[in-house]
T-cell receptor, first 113, second 113 residues
Framework: AQSVTQPDIHITVSEGASLELRCNYS??????LFWYVQSPGQGLQLLLK??????LVQGIKGFEAEFKRSQSSFNLRKPSVHWSDAAEYFC???????????FGAGTRLFVKA | SQTIHQWPATLVQPVGSPLSLECTVE??????LYWYRQAAGRGLQLLFY??????ISSEVPQNLSASRPQDRQFILSSKKLLLSDSGFYLC????????????FGEGSRLTVL
């Protein structure tokens, strides 16, 4: 069955430090991959997506993610974190058939001064 | 661009009372629509999805129901709320059919007392 794993429930980084959020998926074919961000009490906003082509994709707010087929991973990165990046981040897999997008459990990012 | 409107944003209801959460979509026609629930500190649980008017699929047995009376309207209902129905409800639409890329509303916070 398809699944998405975000191994880190929460991560704390210092402002200005680099960030990497991990995401692993289980799916037989090449999936469509997404990262979303959710601020407290808000809906989810799409950060970036991968459908095909270049495996390094750029998103909004300075985020990027790299699709690694051999590792079934789609990790999210940012070279320098800002305090406003504190939020919850969700990795998701689409195009799995059955009209459903599968979400990971989320990683909450805390940013310390 | 595609936009989801949800209301009400916040709702406090007594146990046993009815519920109606509404979702409307702008900027697209005949979208796949979804209702998700987030319990506090947890990921997204898919409740219902709809591929067209009058077509509803339920993902989990529960006290809730959904309806799609018009192409761009999706309603989440209950006849009698339970305490366990408390949570954050998100309506989403699929940006391009078959991709799994979703755009979300701002959410509705339901507290059942």
């Amino acid at each position: 069955a398809q699944s998405v794993t975000q191994p880190d429930i929460h991560i704390t980084v210092s402002e200005g430090a680099s960030l990497e959020l991990r995401c692993n998926y289980s799916y037989g074919a090449t999936p469509y991959l997404f990262w979303y961000v959710q601020s407290p009490g808000q809906g989810l906003q799409l950060l970036l997506k991968y459908f095909s082509g270049d495996t390094l994709v750029q998103g909004i707010k300075g985020f990027e993610a790299e699709f690694k087929r051999s590792q079934s991973s789609f990790n999210l990165r940012k070279p320098s974190v800002h305090w406003s990046d504190a939020a919850e981040y969700f990795c998701a897999v689409g195009n799995t058939g059955g009209f459903k997008t599968i979400f990971g459990a989320g990683t909450r990012l805390f940013v310390k001064a | 661009s595609q936009t989801i409107h949800q209301w009400p944003a916040t709702l406090v209801q007594p146990v046993g009372s009815p519920l109606s959460l509404e979702c409307t979509v702008e900027g697209t026609s005949n979208p796949n629509l979804y209702w998700y629930r987030q319990a506090a500190g947890r990921g997204l649980q898919l409740l219902f999805y709809s591929v067209g008017i009058g077509q509803i699929s339920s993902e989990v047995p529960q006290n809730l129901s959904a309806s799609r009376p018009q192409d761009r309207q999706f309603i989440l209902s209950s006849k009698k709320l339970l305490l366990s129905d408390s949570g954050f409800y998100l309506c989403a639409g699929e940006g391009a059919r078959g991709t799994g890329e979703l755009f979300f509303g701002e959410g509705s916070r339901l507290t059942v007392l």
